[in-house]
């Protein structure tokens, strides 16, 4: 608990209209998309970066936990302050975009900027920020880069790893850092940077961000196609994947979440298909676009599409993508709960991972659908359970993360480890690896005062 001590000297810091006590405020930052609830002791919202300074050093000094919290978006109970103390809420006021360098190409944000905020802002300058997670409405950069988020464009254009250039970060001591410049080479000094983006708040804040920027595509077109099966639907991927064009994203639907879509939209999908893929290409010139249609449409082909449509309008393109777009809330028709992963594998082991899946699904008798992100090898599978079989699903979970890995995988290609996936880590990682995390951990962190219990350490 912070007696009134410690929460009378925090005030001084941020001033009262910034720190709470009051049970309307532990309650609001008590959860995430998990759903799961911890009730901090105090939230506080720091104005600045000297504020998460004064602030992290003398929890430091006290002994007081503390969890950075974005927009609360997660899905792995990242921002859940398992141990009480303080959410340190970035969003009231570290909320802005501070530069965007039109001659170097970048931009500089603090942590609490909406990731479609920024695209938005971007592009009035005919610059791209790819990395578009599907929260992006309402996910922050801060919480994109502790978690290394991904999206559907990551097929062509990769995730927020691939962007981040430099940042500035607190130490659990209160120190400030620097890593990474805005020089598109620096080989001085180990990757900090590096080891920040995706440590899900475990070793230090982030204060400021600076993104790379690329020129953005002037057109894009949009395509579905339907198999038969979902393992030609596999075959097809990575092979369009290896025949030379590079589709911006290469979304995929199996037959359960395309029945579960169109038993509660009733949009015309072909309910008896196998598995749908859904994919856009982008660039600048018309003759370059077509060229990647023909030879999709024929990789397509060779491998089980029986239909291949290219959007004609934007509504068409809406059409298309709306199924993708509406996958997930579609299949709580499967379930009471719904156990949602997002494990990755190499493209080539996609026919594999889904047929071991569908081996698992028969095994327990459970539902699990999946779509996701096939282009980068990143399928959401959702194993649904009536809430008297959750320990089922869990054996089913764990059955597939140990396949996934099989396959030379990884148990998450966006939403992190964080709390719910903590304990499955000694599957994708042996001892010494995890004694390397602790070890990192403790260079950082050493009274352990930032995120603990995350990530398994």
């Excluded at 802005?96 to 695209?119: C, F, H, R, S, W």
């Excluded at 230090?204 to 198999?227: C, D, Q, R, W």
């Amino acid at each position: 608990m912070i007696d009134k001590r410690h929460f009378q000297n925090l005030q001084n810091i941020v001033t009262a209209e910034n720190i709470y006590i009051d049970k309307a405020h532990l309650r609001a930052y008590s959860y995430d998309a998990t759903r799961e609830h911890f009730s901090p002791d105090c939230v506080i919202f720091p104005r600045d970066e000297d504020d998460i300074s004064k602030i992290l050093s003398y929890c430091n000094q006290h002994n007081i936990k503390i969890t950075p919290r974005g927009a609360g978006s997660g899905f792995t109970g990242g921002a859940l302050p398992v141990n009480g103390g303080i959410v340190l809420a970035l969003e009231k006021h570290m909320n802005k975009i501070l530069e965007i360098d039109l001659k170097n190409m970048v931009a500089v944000v603090q942590p609490g900027v909406i990731n479609k905020t920024l695209q938005n802002e971007v592009e009035k300058f005919d610059l791209f920020y790819p990395p578009d997670p599907a929260s992006e409405n309402y996910s922050s950069i801060g919480g994109n880069v502790s978690e290394n988020a991904g999206g559907m464009r990551a097929a062509k254009y990769g995730i927020t790893k691939d962007y981040v250039m430099a940042l500035r970060a607190v130490l659990p001591n209160g120190k400030v850092i620097r890593a990474g410049k805005k020089t598109i080479k620096d080989v001085a000094g180990y990757n900090i940077a590096g080891i920040l983006i995706a440590s899900e708040g475990t070793l230090a804040i982030i204060s400021e961000i600076t993104l790379k920027l690329i020129p953005k595509p002037k057109l894009t077109k949009t395509i579905m196609g339907v198999f038969d099966s979902v393992n030609s639907a596999m075959n097809a991927v990575y092979k369009t994947m290896a025949s030379g064009v590079s589709p911006v994203a290469m979304e995929f639907l199996d037959k359960l979440t395309i029945q579960a879509v169109e038993k509660k939209f009733n949009i015309g999908l072909a309910k008896d298909a196998g598995a749908l893929l859904i994919s856009d290409v982008d660039g600048n010139l018309e003759l370059d676009l077509n060229l990647q249609l023909e030879i999709i449409e024929k990789v397509f082909k060779e491998n089980g599409c029986s239909e291949f449509k290219i959007a004609k309008n934007q509504k068409e393109v809406d059409d298309i993508w709306f199924a993708r777009k509406n996958a997930s809330q579609s299949i709580a028709m499967y379930g009471e709960k719904k156990l949602n992963e997002d494990i990755t594998v190499p493209r080539s082991k996609l026919p594999k991972l889904l047929e071991e899946i569908d081996k698992i699904s028969k095994k327990y008798d459970l539902k699990i659908p999946c779509f996701g992100h096939t282009g980068d090898g990143n399928v959401h599978t959702n194993v649904m359970v009536s809430l008297d079989k959750l320990e089922i699903g869990h054996k089913a979970i764990e059955e597939i993360f140990q396949i996934t890995v099989d396959l030379g995988g990884t148990l998450s290609g966006e939403h992190g480890i964080g709390l719910s996936k903590a304990p499955f880590m000694n599957i994708a990682f042996n001892e010494a690896e995890m004694e390397l995390f602790r070890s990192i951990k403790r260079a950082f962190d050493p009274n352990n005062i930032l995120n603990p219990g995350k990530m398994g350490l």
